[in-house]
């Protein structure tokens, strides 16, 4: 088990070295930088203009400056940002929290309710309610994340009932800190419910289909073969195994998760890594750029790493291999 | 155990097997049918839509829609006035014009090629508009520009399948079939590929050509985006699937031939992985269409004046807006239904092929 | 279809004063499928006292396994319908017992092995906790560890301590077998159900389970009802043989009758497929065809187009079981005229 999980952390490097690298190459042949639009301005000289490139290192070849950023960023530094004039590592981080907080509060919930309705319609299968599950599930596979993340803002400014965006109150720092708690979980509700909306319909398919191949196992015919009563067959020895492959599919489903909280935080103004890329892309901040991607690429491999040892842990023929 | 489960009495081709399978799956047949509908009438937007995506009537800004009433049994619609500034309308009671079919309206094009000025229906009468779904901000017709859009959203799905797994499956099955150092390196890239959360990859990539360009350009450069991202999991699919029919018979047999490692993975290999990529790009369409809606709501896809689905949901992100004309959202109506559409005629696909689920 | 008549027990112990621990009249099950009934088991009628052993015999498709699960009532329903017939285990109606009732018999009387142990047993769970469940439903007072150290002992499994907390991929198919048996074996069941137990094991390890079986039968005093289509391993184990083929029963007789003098067509057929170890080498000589597919059943003697010795009349006229000398059952035209 020891070796698994150092191998596999191991893994993780390489491709994250992969991925800044790839995202430094991709930024430095987008089209100007963040002095562009300063050079239309008559009232800076072009001396000047040069002294403020070479300032942020923007005279040099695109190899010099992945070096000097590479070498920043295995210290988790991701240098200063030259659009918000900030250091760059505070504002990625308290983006990634907001990302990882998004993400994950959507997973806990799509997935307690998706696993349970899916063991259900397993169970019911074929009847008029399973139908209906699938049916409700087909429309939230369908529904456009851009379109629900609308409709809740128009929910919320017409009920006032939750704030249309944003991550918090505009009162915030004045807030006790259990008010502050109250105040991001507020904000926090509908963002949740929009990404776990489009992640649940998903789960719930996989979870029926898994449990309805499971119970069509022979172990399956051994423990009722056994005499054990047909709860314990379905939940003791069927859900046992088909929760397996959904640990799997939590992996893959990883991206799609990230990649639905990038919609999420654009359209809603959820501050995360997405929403961060967005500003950072138009503001021409191009390294604030690779360390946003990095930093979700980060997310989504650990979070694989994550899923790869649960498995590990529910399955023996995989642990004791 | 052996004898479940029953073997059908009259042994079917497995293309046979296949189509009476699809057709015995009521949603999918419905998804299919409802796809052919929705590609018509996209193919003649122009015809169907009453008015050109670009026609513009800063006169009718967020004009409400215009439910079709009955003038005897000739339907009808009825004239609206601008209560107040900015934009409430209201009906103007037993104000009626009849509709009229095939009337003259804008020019448009069909195909491509064809010049013509006759359009399904209208009333002929610029005191009387029709907006069933409502008009924009610039009071441009909403149904228009959403049957305009369609012509994006449902061809730039079809293109990228065609494109990526095109790529994915010479990729993949070169890959392969040839192993070794090839295999290792595709596949790393593949791996690279993958563990960038999607949108992040696209939006880096879309940077890196400049923002303002046509939206042809655009168009072009979006499913060039899509596919390269794409291509890497249908490559990796194809690959475990060439890894195995390498060791086939027909395969060893071709290549004591000594026919050519390309010509055997298109020839040989490939046609075997035809049912996976067939279910597979059915259901892989959506990702497409997304992608470009994502695109184009955040300002980098398809540009005014042009339609698409995701610049005209971009309209929308003022959420005053979104509570005085809710109608604005109709081309996320449109996405949902095309995108639901798609994914049951995938999931038909996907049973049918899959002997086991019958 | 009420045609067969029902075979006398082998065994002295007369039908009315007890019971037989396994009694099947006519039993029909049939496969729903797109609407349609395919008949898979058709009047199949057997009966088996306690402590015998009997075999049932045929190729792959034939009704065998239906028919064995269907004893504890295993078989997945829908797709499966019974269409008439009854299951007497101990003299009451498998058929029409309550889901409580089923589960009693299910292990307490009857336990199963089958013929993928791999499979067979739950991937997650270690193989020491399997068989003390079984314990524990059947005979709590035993469920104990020391209890399944002696199950793994009885069934040959050397080290047993070290086995308790393996999972069943950690084993060899054989040894998984030994797992299988220990567990049917925990419930103290009357009947032993082994479906093709050896099939999907190496040569080697099919004798040695089918010792296992050959041993325990001798140990401990209990019914076998073995499913197979290798009639090799028949004559070691079985007191009585039934031969099946699609969905009716054959040929029934004392394995030692039915393998000296095979009567029906088909049983040479299949006795003819088997390579033998001593006696005379012959050609071995694989059966023609396949056996029809589930719904387009021949008519008339349903091995008929496949049979060496049809004549026309075999095509129409309906086959019955009959007695042709005591204990030995035959379907087939050429005997009932």
Known sequence: MWTFTVKRLLHLIPILLGVSLLTFLLMSLTPGDYFTELAQNPQISPQKLAELRAKAHLDRPWYVRYGYWLSNAVRLDFGYSIAYKIQASELIFSRLWNTFLLSLSASVLAWSIAVPLGIWAAVHKDSVADRACSLIAFAGLSIPEVLLALLALMFAASTHWFPVGGAQGATFDLLTPWEQFCDRAHHLVLPTLVLAASELAGIMRQMRSNLLDTLRAEFVTTARAKGLPEGWVIYKHAVRNAINPLLTMFGYSLAGLLSGAFIVENVMSWPGLGRLTMESLSKKDHELVVASVVMATALLVIGNFVADLLLAWSDPRIRLK | MSSLPPQPSTPLSPWGLFWKRLRRHRTAVAGGILLIFLYGVSLLAGFVSPYRYDHLDKERSFHSPTPVRFSGFWPAVERFRKVSDPATYEAVAGDLKPLKFLVEGEDYTLFGLLHLKRHLFGTGDPDYPVYLLGADQFGRDILSRVLYGSQVSLSIGIIGITLSFSLGMLIGGISGYVGGTTDTLTMRACELIMSIPGLYLIMALRSVFPSSLSSTQVYLLIIVILSFIRWASSARVIRGMALSLRERQYVLAAKSLGQTPLRIVVRHILPGTFSYVIVAATLSIPYYILGEVVLSYLNVGIQEPEASWGLMLNAAQNYQYLQDYPWLLAPGGAIFVTVLAFNFLGDGLRDAADAKAG | ?337
């Open chain 3, 1 to 337: 279809m009420s045609s067969a008549s029902s075979p006398a027990p082998s065994n002295a112990t007369s039908a009315d004063a007890t019971p037989p621990l396994l009694d099947i009249r006519d039993l029909r099950l049939d496969f729903m499928k797109d609407g349609r009934a395919l008949r898979a088991v058709d009047g199949v009628s057997l009966r088996l006292g306690a402590g015998e052993a009997l075999c049932l015999v045929g190729e792959s498709g034939c009704g065998k396994s239906v028919t064995a699960l269907s004893i504890a009532r295993l078989v997945p329903s829908p797709p499966a319908r019974y269409a008439g017939g009854e299951i007497r285990v101990n003299g009451s109606d498998v058929l029409k017992m309550s889901p409580r009732e089923l589960r009693a018999i299910r292990g307490g009387v009857v336990s199963y092995i089958f013929q993928e142990p791999g499979s067979s047993l739950n991937p997650v769970f270690r193989v020491g906790a399997q068989i003390l469940e079984s314990l524990k439903l059947h005979r709590p007072e035993a469920a104990n560890e020391e209890e399944v150290l002696r199950l793994l002992r009885l069934v040959g499994i050397p080290a047993p301590e070290s086995r308790l907390r393996d999972y069943p991929h950690q084993l060899s198919g054989g040894m998984q077998q030994r797992i299988m048996i220990a567990m049917a074996l925990a419930s103290h069941p009357r009947l032993l159900v082994a479906d093709e137990p050896t099939t999907a094991l190496d040569v080697t390890i099919q004798a040695q389970i089918i010792e296992l079986l050959r041993e325990l039968r001798r140990q401990i005093q209990m019914s076998l009802l073995l499913i197979t289509h290798n009639l090799g391993i028949v004559g070691d184990l079985a007191d009585r043989v039934a031969v099946m083929y699609a969905g009716q029963i054959v040929e029934l007789a004392p394995s030692h009758t039915l393998l000296s003098r095979p009567l029906h067509p088909y049983t040479r057929a299949l006795m003819n497929s088997v390579p033998k170890l001593k006696g005379q080498v012959g050609r071995l000589s694989a059966i023609p065809g396949n056996v029809p597919n589930l719904g387009s059943f021949p008519e008339g003697c349903r091995f008929h187009p496949r049979c060496p010795q049809a004549r026309p009349d075999c095509s129409t006229q309906s086959t019955q079981l009959l007695e042709v000398e005591p204990s030995h059952w035959v379907r087939c035209p050429y005997w009932s005229t």
